[in-house]
């Protein structure tokens, strides 16, 4: 174990007086789990592009509770306004701006655990090493589950379009950098409808850690929509895991924009359960510097009919590196599945470096399925062309990678929020060197 994973053991909190059983037990798996393997490193072949050797040397200490009160002025403006908004710091709900619509419930995640909301039990617990003995634990989920209490549920009744929800995350500002652990419950019933929006860009120069799980349970018919923005800071880290559950004609869309963050790390798992069930995992990257971003996602088709369509475009110039490593499983009796991959992205550096490795597995019939990927360079005919109506040489690269990117944020079912990203993407667009 790495010197940074016994410290970050040994602060671990006591689980005496912690109630109800299960939660108790659930924390004490995740504490055993995080003591007897740690935080990942290069030896697993998931992480074996993605070292942590920046958290390392960061002398990380982990929160345990607000470490200052906090303000708004600690959060960006966000992007979009929305029918409900949450800031969170350090993982805990600090204001709420909006009122809750009919049908739309949502409660700081110790308040859902002391009120014993239905069906909350079964999702926490639904984690794969939390459910099965002797199931592969993943170091940061482990550390996660052992600190359990900071975070929101977030449930939508039968029927309900709840409308627009926006997270806007922030840490705080110390001379030590921390690491927060949160989880966020979803919990969609039959036909319900949700956008849920977060935003990470803390202002100042922080080089806190956020390790956050989502956990999301769609019933039959359900529909989620998932953005994930985020502009940190170049000192920033930022782990998170999304585990999407799927019932029968659900429909999970997400798209994840990383345009910051000095070590990235995105887990996306969507297990389609239910006949006809649907997922669309979107993403754009853009890197420069020495920044990292590594995003693996996962879909597992497990009854028929079911539709998956991952579509990533991603750009590195500097000393930038983007990991990508998708995964689909059709298991046995998903008959009539159709699965599509495609990532292509833009080296903009001789130094840019770009992994990206597409996984199909298919053990059914009459199953539809292509991947693709791609690592280049800008089509150089296509540069000439735009300067040769005028443009400079930099304008006109920025158009043409811009536009790479857009292809992702034209998807947003709201055009002004997919505007609003596009002008961001090309705020911070690498140049080529």
């Known amino acids: 174990m790495s010197e940074l994973s016994a410290k970050l053991a040994e602060a671990l909190p006591s689980n005496s007086g912690v109630q109800p059983q299960w939660l108790k037990e659930l924390r004490e798996t995740g504490a055993e789990q995080f003591r007897t393997i740690g935080l990942p490193t290069r030896k697993s072949e998931a992480w074996k592009y993605t070292g942590l050797g920046t958290l390392g040397q960061a002398d990380v200490r982990m929160v345990s509770g607000f470490t200052k009160p906090g303000s708004d002025e600690s959060h960006p403006l966000p992007l979009v306004e929305a029918t409900l908004q949450f800031k969170l710091l350090d993982g805990k709900l600090l204001a709420q701006n909006g009122d809750s619509p009919a049908g739309l419930t949502v409660l700081p995640l110790a308040d859902a655990l002391d009120a014993g909301v239905d069906g909350l039990q079964d999702l926490l617990q639904s984690l794969p090493e939390t459910k099965t003995k002797g199931a592969p634990a993943n170091g940061f989920s482990a550390l996660n589950s052992a600190t359990l209490e900071s975070g929101l549920m977030i449930h939508v009744a039968n029927g309900v379009d709840a409308g627009k929800l926006s997270l806007l995350w922030s840490t705080s500002q110390d001379e030590t950098p921390l690491l927060f652990n949160s989880r966020i419950c979803v919990m969609l019933e039959k036909g319900a409808k949700l956008e849920l929006l977060e935003q990470f860009e803390s202002t100042g120069e922080h080089a806190n850690t956020s390790n956050i799980i989502l956990q999301a349970e769609l019933g039959d018919g359900a529909q989620l929509q998932h953005i994930r923005f985020q502009q940190e800071t170049e000192n920033a880290v930022l782990i998170t895991r999304t585990e999407v559950s799927q019932q029968a004609d659900s429909e999970y869309a997400y798209f994840g924009f990383d345009l910051g963050g000095g070590l990235v790390r995105h887990d996306l798992h969507a297990s389609l359960l239910g006949s006809g069930a649907k997922s669309a995992i979107n993403g754009a990257y853009l890197l420069d510097g020495s920044r990292h971003v590594d995003n693996h996602t996962r879909v597992d088709h497990i009854a028929p009919g079911g539709l998956s369509d991952q579509y990533f475009r ?120």
């Open 314 to 433: 991603g750009v590195a110039g500097g000393r930038g590196r983007a990991v990508f490593n998708t995964a689909v499983c059709v298991h046995p009796g998903a008959d009539e599945t159709e699965a599509r991959q495609s990532n292509a992205n833009i080296l903009l550096s001789a130094r840019a470096e770009i992994d990206t490795k597409p996984e199909l597995e298919i053990y059914a019939d009459e199953v539809v399925a292509s991947h693709g990927a791609t690592v280049g360079q800008l089509d150089e005919l296509a540069v000439f062309y735009l300067r040769s109506r005028g443009l400079g040489e930099q304008e006109a690269r920025q158009m043409l990678t811009t536009a790479f990117c857009q292809s992702v944020s034209d998807k947003l079912s709201d055009p002004v929020l997919g505007a609003v990203i596009s002008q961001r993407m090309m705020d911070v667009m690498p140049q080529a060197e």
